[in-house]
């Protein structure tokens, strides 16, 4: 039989063993981190810019915040994983990566911030009511990238001046593709070539379009902004280079992983944008007056050795205005 006494002693013996984290988790504020279009592995460099921003807030994972981490891979998927995440009440919700899960999180809760990092217009897409102050309790960073397609496609025509057919991937559940698929079209007729459109919205759908190309032999191809391309960079610059099929991309993530050229923003800024926006809301900011920030400086990086390997002479000229040219 266990006395009174003995018996609070084993509970605070229990209560000691406990998971540090556990506790300390009870005790700190909560971030819902949403991610729509990849894993954790394949993010991990987004995640770790996310973090960064966190701790320029003087916030550290694990000691003075908690992050409960979310991936969908589809948009079918954000209501039930946004609404798991107000049930476990966290005091802010992240969509580092798409307004699409930042409006399924809107949907879903009137009371927690919510901060979104997007390569869109939110003020067109309804989330926030103006870029200085977006008002309520929606805010974020923004890489505007959709005006630069036709941008991406001169400096792939400039590198390849013969390429009459260019095949352009878009991912048709992007909230800017038809967007983008008139600019594309109109700055294709401005230089003289023709564009095919590829409509790819899984990865399944990304190598069947990659099979579909050993077939039609397009000249080049144009690699538009898409979660789900950029989680799997490896894979998609292994079938370019396997099909000897000359892309640009829109992110430097796949020029570090070997691809031809990459022309838009750091993305990894973003993520840690997002992280310090979520860090000052925590301190006691009200997002309705952080304003929605605007990221302008592009990259333009080629990588010689890949285009070697395609027989390409890069011209001086765009050795000249690259921001990188890596051997």
Known sequence: MIRRREFITLLGGAAAAWPFAARAQRSMP????????????????????????????????????????????????MPDLVADLVRRRVSVIVTPNSIAAAHAAKAATATIPIVFGTSGDPV???????FNRPGGKVTGFVN????????RLGLLRELLPRAMR???LVNPNRTYTEITVKEVAAAAASIGCEVDVVRAATIGAVETAFATFTQTRP???????????????????????????????????FTDVGG????????????????????????????GD?????????????????????G?????TLLAIADEVIE
Do not use: C
């Open 166 to 168: 260019i095949a352009v």
């Open 260 to 287: 031809l050229m990459s022309y838009g923003p750091r993305v990894t800024e973003q993520y840690r944008q997002v992280g310090l926006y979520a860090g000052r809301i925590l301190k006691g900011e009200n997002p």
């Open 219 to 253: 000249d080049a191809l144009l690699v538009t902004p898409s979660p789900i391309y950029e989680s799997r960079r490896v894979q998609m610059v292994t079938l370019a280079t396997i099909n000897r099929l000359p892309a640009m991309y829109a992110y430097r993530g």
């Open 124 to 130: 067109e897409a309804g989330l926030v009511s103006s």
């Open 30 to 77: 909560i971030v819902g981190y949403l991610y729509l279009g990849g894993s954790r592995e394949t993010t991990a460099h987004y995640e770790a810019a996310f973090l960064q921003g966190l701790s320029d807030a003087g916030l550290l994972e694990g000691r003075t915040v908690a992050v409960e981490y979310r991936f969908a891979e589809a948009l079918a998927q």
């Open 144 to 151: 505007m990238t959709v005006d630069t397609e036709a941008k």
């Open 290 to 310: 952080l304003q929605s920030g605007r990221k302008s400086k592009l990259e333009f990086i080629i990588i010689l050795q890949t285009a070697r390997a395609f």
């Open 312 to 316: 390409i002479a890069v011209p001086p």
